[in-house]
């Protein structure tokens, strides 16, 4: 079983439209949660962690459910900037401490 | 703030040749670099990682001999993909850290551009 899983997607959303992307992880004592959003042919860039609590950074929302291991990301508005691919990311502890687990990404794409 | 530079950014080779990805972390040292590969609409998959002035650890079916890596400089570390073939073709990604790992730690990520290699 993969460390993070993630639907692949393509979404194809029209700009304005809320979407949601989810993913699982399978190890219950991984440490840290982010959301990145990676452009063809780049490297990932951080679009914001995720926080037991919930947070929200403008249109971006992200949730974490320790219980299901579970992750989320809601964008709001969309916009056709938005278009990427967003990787789910889990940052292993103990004797994976440091090490960042990618899903395989949720492409999006915002049409006009 | 701190940036990792990454070279080349695109490399198109003849199977059997050998090429060599360089990663730089400049204003800051990285003891530590990650070395990944990411295949179309695939993950970034974990190849190895290395310590400066030590052996890189490699992940289970990356074979040692074909991916080498140096890290001789905490500024410096090089992937050399051996006698490379079609299957080779990837964009490979360098990433380093600053700060602490642990519990409440506040380590930040540092990701090189990427190279893309085409093997012909």
């Known amino acids: 079983r993969k460390e993070v899983e993630q639907d692949p997607g393509p979404f194809n959303v029209p700009e304005g439209a809320t979407v949601a992307f989810n993913c699982t992880y399978s190890?219950?004592?991984?440490?840290?949660f982010f959301w990145y959003r990676q452009d063809c042919r780049k490297e990932p860039k951080l679009l914001m962690s995720v926080y037991s609590s919930g947070n929200e950074d403008g249109r971006f929302t992200a949730q974490l459910n320790r219980a299901s291991q579970y992750i989320s990301l809601l964008i709001r508005d969309s916009k056709l900037s938005d278009s990427a691919t967003y990787l789910c990311?889990?940052?292993?502890?103990?004797?994976?401490?440091?090490?960042?687990?990618f899903g395989r990404g949720t492409q999006l794409t915002v049409w006009p | 703030g701190a940036v990792v530079s990454q070279h080349p950014s695109w490399v198109i080779c003849k199977s059997g040749t050998s090429v060599k990805i360089e990663c730089r972390s400049l204003d800051f040292q990285a003891t530590t670099m990650f070395w990944y590969r990411q295949f179309p609409k695939q993950s970034l998959m974990l190849m190895a990682t290395s310590n400066e002035g030590s052996k890189a650890t490699y992940e289970q079916g990356v074979e040692k001999d074909k991916f080498l890596i140096n890290h001789a400089s905490l500024t410096l570390s090089t992937l050399t993909v051996t006698s490379a073939h079609p299957e080779d073709s990837s964009f490979y990604i360098c990433?380093?850290?600053?700060?602490?790992?642990?519990?409440?730690?506040?380590?930040?990520?540092?990701f090189g551009p990427g190279t893309r290699l085409t093997v012909l």
């Open positions: 990433r380093t850290t600053t700060g602490t790992s642990g519990v409440g730690g506040t380590d930040t990520q540092y």
């Open positions: 990311v889990v940052k292993g502890r103990g004797s994976t401490l440091g090490r960042l687990y």
């Open positions: 190890n219950s004592a991984s440490q840290s």
